[in-house]
């Protein structure tokens, strides 16, 4: 059974800096896409960054993201990581790694194509 773990959340005033960690016990599929995704309370879940086939694709990165978040996998064995610098307010939410097992045409920003999700971790950004 595969189960994202996340850890490395919490509570960063504005303009600081998290590193989030996901590990990924029994995930051994090819044609994988792991993804940082979050969801703020009322608001839809949404995918924030991805990176296809074990960290040897190009990352994706939601627009409102990019330039302040890095996520990175040395190898398919390894945890998945978000490293978020420059935190503000609407960074705030709960984040989710996942994984998607049959992501033959690369990654997709959809949630519901992901096959396992952690439970999540919190992050708060106070001003």
């Known amino acids: 059974q595969v189960q994202p773990v996340e850890s490395g959340g919490g509570s960063v005033q504005a303009g600081g800096s998290l590193r989030l960690s996901c590990a990924l016990a029994g995930y051994r599929f090819s044609n994988r896409c792991m993804g940082w995704f979050r969801q703020a309370p009322g608001k839809d879940r949404e995918a924030g960054a991805l990176?296809?086939?074990?960290?040897?694709?190009?990352?994706w990165y939601a627009d409102s993201v990019k330039g302040r978040f890095t996520i990175s996998q040395d190898d398919a064995k390894k945890p998945l990581y978000l490293q978020m610098n420059a935190l503000h307010s609407d960074d705030a939410a709960m984040y989710y790694c996942a994984a998607d097992r049959d992501a033959y045409a690369g990654c997709t920003v959809v949630a519901r194509a992901f096959d396992y999700w952690g439970q999540g971790t919190q992050v708060t950004v106070s001003s």
């Open positions: 990176i296809y086939d074990g960290g040897g694709g190009r990352p």
